[in-house]
């Protein structure tokens, strides 16, 4: 691992209306969400989902230092789509974002942004959510030295 390591935690109220746009304030949804996210979280059917996913792209943009104050609000473009927050293991179940099982959720950094992390690093990701408050936990972690947790065979039980 560098010496550029850290972490931050995003904490983000999930709007009681249910409604989407109150989430994402002025933004439009697909300059926010990928075409991929998109699906996953309609499949799944409920605002938290949104939240979550909404709360790790805010905390990956602060862990690199980017202001997240207002992004949401008068929709400033932060690049959104090019933070995609996805389950793990691509290529392990026929269509992953179909797949009923467990999948640790996964960033995946496109473009310039691609940039941020050198090239043993990663970011790890948490997230949580209940009806009321969405929580996500991104680090910059060291690729080597990521146990057996990170493998295929341990992750993909529930395909």
Do not use: N, Y
């Amino acid at each position: 691992m560098t010496g550029r390591s850290g972490q931050r935690c995003v904490l983000l109220p999930v709007p009681g209306s249910g409604r989407l746009a109150d989430l994402l304030g002025h933004c439009r949804v697909e300059l926010v969400f990928t075409a991929a996210e998109r699906r996953l979280s309609r499949r799944r059917g409920d605002l938290s989902s949104w939240a979550g996913r909404l709360a790790a792209k805010l905390a990956v943009l602060e862990l690199f230092g980017r202001s997240t104050d207002s992004a949401l609000v008068g929709g400033l473009d932060l690049g959104w789509t090019s933070i995609e927050v996805l389950p793990s293991g691509p290529g392990q179940c026929a269509d992953p974002l179909e797949c009923r099982g467990t999948h640790r959720p996964e960033v995946f950094l496109r473009g310039s942004m691609a940039r941020w992390l050198g090239p043993d690093e990663r970011l790890a990701v948490s997230i949580s959510h209940t009806d009321t408050l969405a929580a996500a936990l991104v680090a910059r972690v060291g690729v080597t030295g990521a146990g057996t947790a990170g493998t295929p065979e341990r992750r993909h039980r529930r395909c």
